[in-house]
């Protein structure tokens, strides 16, 4: 039976039928794992931060620091042509949809309504947005 209310407990079923706990040692593997998963807020950081596209401020910008040609509004910084922006934009769809599946995955997880798991993905979820925020700041905004 499904709880509907937050309990501190061993006995837990975690997403699927076959994941079950009924032990101390078991439940405590399954919070590491919730809390592993819930580390999903860095590659969030990672695709902003890879695989970001050009804004058109930053485009316009770009073209007024060039000279004036034909070729100037073609031209990009990264670089790499047609066939690399295609796989770059792959990947971020990639990265995307990764991200997507993990936190829907983690917003099951904690509708089972252990108090375990619930602090395990806040935690896990908090560290992994501060990891991915500190590499984000040092990379954007270096002095």
């Given at each position: 039976?499904?709880?509907?209310?937050?309990?501190?407990?061993?006995?837990?079923?975690?997403?699927?039928?076959?994941?079950?706990?009924?032990?101390?040692?078991t439940?405590?593997?399954?919070?590491?794992?919730?809390?592993?998963?819930?580390?999903?807020?860095?590659?969030?950081?990672?695709?902003?931060?890879?695989?970001?596209p050009?804004?058109?401020?930053?485009?316009?910008?770009d073209?007024?620091?060039?000279?004036?040609?034909?070729?100037?509004p073609?031209?990009?910084?990264?670089?790499?042509?047609?066939?690399?922006?295609?796989?770059?934009?792959?990947?971020?769809?990639?990265?995307?949809?990764?991200?997507a599946?993990?936190?829907?995955?983690?917003?099951?997880?904690?509708?089972?309504?252990?108090g375990?798991?619930?602090?395990?993905?806040?935690?896990?979820?908090?560290?992994?947005?501060?990891?991915?925020?500190?590499?984000c700041?040092?990379?954007?905004?270096?002095?």
């Open positions: 039976m499904m709880h509907m209310t937050m309990y501190w407990g061993a006995d837990l079923t975690l997403l699927f039928d076959w994941w079950t706990t009924d032990s101390w040692p439940c405590s593997l399954s919070l590491v794992a919730c809390f592993l998963f819930s580390l999903y807020q860095f590659l969030e950081s990672l695709r902003i931060l890879r695989f970001k050009t804004s058109a401020a930053a485009a316009a910008a073209l007024l620091s060039l000279p004036p040609s034909i070729e100037a073609f031209l990009s910084k990264r670089g790499g042509g047609r066939r690399m922006q295609g796989l770059r934009r792959l990947a971020h769809a990639a990265l995307f949809g990764v991200n599946v993990i936190g829907y995955a983690l917003m099951l997880a904690v509708m089972s309504f252990n375990g798991v619930f602090l395990s993905v806040v935690l896990g979820t908090r560290e992994g947005c501060g990891d991915g925020m500190r590499r700041c040092a990379v954007q905004w270096k002095p």
